[in-house]
């Protein structure tokens, strides 16, 4: 069993891990965060940065990497769907690299996932919404 001292000291461990280079938090400016390789790092945001993007970005790309079932039982208008699995066959139907490029799946697994394939493709502008339920 796990004390309150124990605890602390494990909460500011994670925080002081977060800090040295866990997942890029920044603000929705489009300026990406880059990491240690020279790779941009895809940013998190929430369903209100999301929007904000959309708004001040006229060729923001919303992409939902979900399967197509899901997309059809329901998407965020304006998406367009990439299922996560076949992303990198077809990374030649999204606009250039350079362009803000906004990713939602169902929970935020595959989000994750497909904004890592983004940076590691060269993509600069990345964000990950994580899951649908995030837009609100």
Not at 18 to 25: E, T
Not at 27 to 51: C, F, H, L, T, Y
Not at 92 to 112: F, K, M
Not at 121 to 130: A, C, E, F, R
Request: a negative charge; glycine letters at 10%.
């Amino acid at each position: 069993m796990i004390n309150k001292y124990t605890a602390a000291i494990i909460a500011i461990m994670l925080f002081i891990v977060g800090l040295s280079g866990g997942c890029a938090v920044d603000s929705p400016d489009g300026s990406g965060q880059e990491s240690k390789n020279g790779a941009a790092e895809p940013v998190i945001v929430n369903g209100a940065e999301a929007r904000e993007l959309l708004e001040k970005n006229d060729n923001a790309v919303l992409l939902d990497v979900r399967n197509q079932n899901e997309f059809d039982r329901g998407h965020i208008d304006g998406a367009i769907l990439i299922p996560v699995d076949q992303l990198k066959s077809r990374l030649s139907e999204l606009p250039d690299q350079n362009a803000v490029i906004i990713v939602y799946c169902r929970a935020g697994s595959r989000s994750a996932t497909a904004s890592a394939i983004l940076a590691e493709n060269g993509y600069t502008n990345v964000y990950d919404m994580g899951g649908i339920v995030n837009w609100k």
